[in-house]
């Protein structure tokens, strides 16, 4: 063989053995997600989406697990070497996930996330920021409450007191309907009046001052206050079932709850549906913006994952801003970048726009469960207009000794 031919030869052999070559092969990596039954499809899609994204760096294979949302933190917490590596949870769970470090610091855009959902000071920021370290991604703002109100009846400008709007329905012999059967909804009166109650620092009882009688309002005077509502002819004490059907007859023109009623009071009210912040009340002569409790949703990395760097990633795809706009549109949730709740496709909803306007004036509750069972017997008591007529501030003191036992 020459050498020209044997030179054409070699370099033939060459190049047969770097095409079997090829590139090295991909990364393997596997992820698993857990979420509730409502986001199932769309974080199904979402994951879709970021496996295509990353296709050409990676081999990604994500699971996309159905969990109940209340019994995560525990599945986390018992087991968390076999937990998925990105969960959701919702802001009550989120004091346990985090002492028994269940929770990895956020690692993708912090500040730029942080900045998004309002700042540091903000409820949905400041639950989950400890020693300036982000525990999880900020998904929701939806789990609150507000307004609905029947327009035929109501303007934008009655829907701002509450003494306006009991007026009017007395005159229309209609009624203004919340449940006071519950904590949930009567904290709105105390926080508005700067009261409030949380868990003590260590976690083993609750802190509460419903009953305070050194601040400039005090819990009587927001006693009296509830007590003035509930005499009126205008107002009545209706849980949630019963101020559907009351809405249905006519009887219910307006309903403090959740976006979780808006397409029930839509089909009902029509085109007179509509829904706003809650209204300011009076009490001691001063007119108090109602506050209501703020619900919200975040998304967790197990810091034992495996693929803790994928993990960040794909809980920070999961809420980032495009995908907080397709989780409204799927699923009705209230963004929690707020860039995303004042966008146009959002805002056109009455309900999610009432309970954004709404989250300036709502705070997160972080309480333990002797909370619940005084103040329904308190709200009761009011809605019924005190009818042992008991010493407003004894009942107050034997409330907030149920609270903090």
């Known amino acids: 063989m020459n050498m020209r031919k044997k030179a054409l030869f070699i370099l033939g052999i060459c190049m047969i053995y770097m095409s079997g070559c090829g590139e090295e092969p991909k990364e393997k990596v596997n992820l698993s997600v857990w979420t509730a039954k409502e986001d199932l499809q769309v974080v199904r899609e979402m994951v879709g989406q970021f496996t295509e994204d990353y296709q050409d760096q990676i081999d990604l294979e994500i699971t996309v697990q159905l969990e109940d949302v ?67 991604y900020p998904c929701t703002n939806s789990n609150g409450y507000f307004m609905y109100y029947n327009s035929k009846y109501f303007t934008e400008d009655d829907v701002k007191d509450l003494d306006t709007m009991l007026s009017i329905a007395e005159k229309n012999k209609k009624y203004i309907a919340m449940d006071w059967t519950g904590g949930w909804y009567t904290y709105s009166f105390f926080k508005a009046a700067g009261l409030d109650v949380h868990l003590s620092e260590d976690g083993s009882h609750n802190v509460c001052n419903f009953n305070s009688i050194t601040e400039e309002i005090t819990g009587r005077d927001v006693a009296e206050a509830m007590l003035k509502i509930a005499s009126s002819k205008g107002f009545e004490n209706m849980t949630n079932d019963c101020a559907l059907e009351d809405i249905k007859s006519g009887d219910v023109i307006a309903y403090v709850s959740g976006t979780w009623n808006a397409t029930n009071y839509e089909n009902i009210w029509g085109q007179y549906y509509s829904a706003a912040k809650l209204p300011q009340y009076t009490v001691k002569g001063k007119k108090l913006q109602m506050y209501s409790v703020a619900g919200y949703k975040y998304m967790g990395v197990n810091p034992q994952s495996k693929h803790l760097d994928w993990a960040q990633k794909l809980a920070a795809y999961l809420t980032n801003y495009e995908n907080q706009i397709l989780r409204y549109r799927k699923v009705g949730e209230c963004p929690a970048d707020i860039h995303a709740a004042e966008s146009e496709v959002v805002q056109k909803s009455k309900a999610v726009s009432a309970l954004y306007q709404q989250s300036k004036y709502a705070q997160s509750l972080e309480i333990g469960d002797n909370y619940w069972n005084p103040m329904s017997m308190f709200g009761i008591y009011m809605a019924a207009r005190n009818p042992d007529y008991k010493k407003l501030q004894t009942l107050l003191d034997y409330v907030v000794e149920e609270i903090e036992e």
């Open 70 to 136: 209340t019994g995560i933190k525990a599945m986390v917490i018992d087991k968390l070497d076999s937990a998925a590596d990105v969960y959701s949870f919702p802001d009550d769970q989120f004091r346990d996930l985090y002492e028994n470090q269940a929770l990895a610091t956020v690692s993708e855009d912090k500040e730029k996330i942080m900045e998004s959902c309002g700042g540091r000071e903000s409820g949905i920021v400041e639950k989950v920021l400890k020693e300036d370290e982000l525990y999880a």
